[in-house]
Each structure stands twice: as structure tokens, then as C-alpha cells.
Nanobody, 125 residues
Framework: QVHLGESGGGLVQPGGSLTLSCATTGRAISRYPTGWFRQAPGKEREFLAVIHWDGLSTSYQDSVKGRFTISRDNAKNTVYLHLNSLKPEDTAVYYC??????????????????WGQGTQVTVSS
């Protein structure tokens, strides 16, 4: 049974940085596209970034391009989201999710079958 577990969230000042981790157990991430989403209170869940199962391509939402970076470590079976130049509007619960076996990357949450429990990121002074 697959399990995705996020960690690394917390309270950070505006302009600060965090690195979120998404550790997968039960299957190899090198065969599944892995994405990051977030949901702020009262707002819909939004796509942030995704890495292709082959690790060679990525895609980002325009509002985070240049500030957030997705990466992965196959040996640790973990995908990361590096958050830089954080703003108060980045405050949300951040989720990782995986699509289907050898499926292409997608920015649509409906294309992701497996989700983690989320980790809270709060940007405030």
C-alpha cells in the first residue's frame, strides 16, 4: 500500500525559505509523476509544481516560477519542494500527490490518485 508523507512545514518570516519533503513508501517514485499542491483557508486547492516520473522535466504554476523548485532523490524515494522568497500569501497547507504509473505530468488535481496528509506553511512576521 502506497503512503505519501509530507514534512518540513512551519512558521517562517516573509522573504524566508523552507524545504518540504514528500517521502513515499510502497512504490518507487521513479515510475510516478509527483506534484505539489496547496490549499489556503477558504480557497480551492491549487497546483504548484510537478516532476515527471523520469525526473527529466518539471512544470510550475506561473505565480511560483522562480521562487519554488521541485526536485527528488530516488535513493531516498523522496520529492522535495524548495520554497524561497516566501510571502504571506503563500500561507497554506501544502500537499504532495502522485499520478498514475508512467503517466505524463498534469496540473489537474483530478489526475492524482494518491495524496499525503499535508503540512502547514505559515508566512508571517
Amino acid at each position: 500500500q502506497v503512503h505519501l508523507g509530507e514534512s518540513g512545514g512551519g512558521l517562517v518570516q516573509p522573504g524566508g525559505s523552507l524545504t518540504l519533503s514528500c517521502a513515499t513508501t510502497g512504490r518507487a517514485i521513479s515510475r510516478y509523476p509527483t506534484g505539489w499542491f496547496r490549499q489556503a483557508p477558504g480557497k480551492e486547492r491549487e497546483f504548484l509544481a510537478v516532476i515527471h516520473w523520469d525526473g527529466l522535466s518539471t512544470s510550475y504554476q506561473d505565480s511560483v516560477k522562480g521562487r519554488f523548485t521541485i526536485s527528488r532523490d530516488n535513493a531516498k524515494n523522496t520529492v522535495y519542494l524548495h520554497l524561497n522568497s516566501l510571502k504571506p500569501e503563500d500561507t497554506a497547507v501544502y500537499y504532495c500527490a502522485q499520478g498514475g504509473y508512467l503517466r505524463p505530468i498534469s496540473i489537474q488535481s483530478r489526475d492524482y490518485a494518491d495524496w499525503g496528509q499535508g503540512t502547514q506553511v505559515t508566512v508571517s512576521s
